[in-house]
């Protein structure tokens, strides 16, 4: 399984950390020789992750690349993988989705489109700095139904607290009605749906609202009332939660099922990371840093560390937990004890699952699973 990593947005959202820079033509095409010269030195690596024959194109905002230099991208990943995937994933913002980029996606091979909605507020995307409106969200969920998409993630964020100039005052309005519009999406609903809480990131904008007072976060009974919301009126709607924020018609996110799974991969571009089994190693978080060191430079070097057997034991713990179908009764109690695992149990934080002999977060629960797995590991 392959991830790529496209470090370049037209504008930054208001609580995002993750790496990326603005978008600029020059800067791009030096960026498209870099990986594909990463492409080429790691073949061998690539290829043997292809058990899980998937690859994910993320960001950043992959949709403000210039088609062209995402197809010469795509064929460089597809001379080394032959092109056969289970999945073939991007993300894009609504605002870059017309009918005629809708179309190169499928011609290019894409089967599923992760696309950024967030909301469907007006006043939400505004602050968000999104750039999009909820009829311009509207009208990229068509064009993709239109070009023949039959797997559609849509992500979604609950939990906001207050702002400087919200007119609403009951909390939870927002998050009810943009499951309202995600569910009346023109074609039908999205076949996947991502809902995060929003998070309050050092080095973001919204960190800064919160440092000078212009934004008072969500308390945690709020934002866990919110969560169960979202888990009931999907599970109403015939989504299956198989992941503390994912959920999905008959559509599991292969690409990602495989990441909670341990499964080694391969991360191409800026900030990508890659793990083997037993080592980990990432691509310098900084652009230029990356296209020098693939023009040569070893200073600006990948960084990289083995697991130890203890630490792969805990994250197959954290990640399996993470997930509706847990982790085997006896692998856990193998590798965390008998008097933690009881002591859960007796709680009702783990319970035993209907379909095997598996131990997991009971959903109602899902919102302290970072305290329950902390509990174990």
Known sequence: MVYLHIPFCKSFCTYCTFYSELFSLESVSRYEAAVKAEIRARQQEIRDTLSTPTLYIGGGTPSVLPPMVLRHLVEAVNDVTGGEYQEFTIEVNPDDVTAEFATFLKELGVTRVSMGIQSFDAQTLVWMHRRHTAEGARRAFACLREAGFENISVDLIFGLGSRHGDTRSEPGMTINADIDALLSLP????????????????????????????????SDEEAERQYLMVCTRLREAGYE??????????????????????EPYVGLGPAAHSYDGQRRSWNPADTEAYIRYWQGDPAEAPGSEILTPEQRAMERVMLSLRTSDGIPETELRRLCGDARIDALLARSHLEKSRKNANLRIPEQYGFISDAIISDLV
């Open 241 to 262: 939660h198989y992941e503390i924020s994912n959920f999905a018609r008959d559509a599991r996110a292969v690409h990602n099922s495989a990441y909670w799974s341990g």
């Open 187 to 218: 074609g039908g609903p999205p076949e996947h749906i991502s809902a995060y809480q929003l998070s309050i990131e050092e080095g973001s904008a919204l960190y800064e609202q919160v440092r000078q007072g212009r934004y008072a976060e969500c």
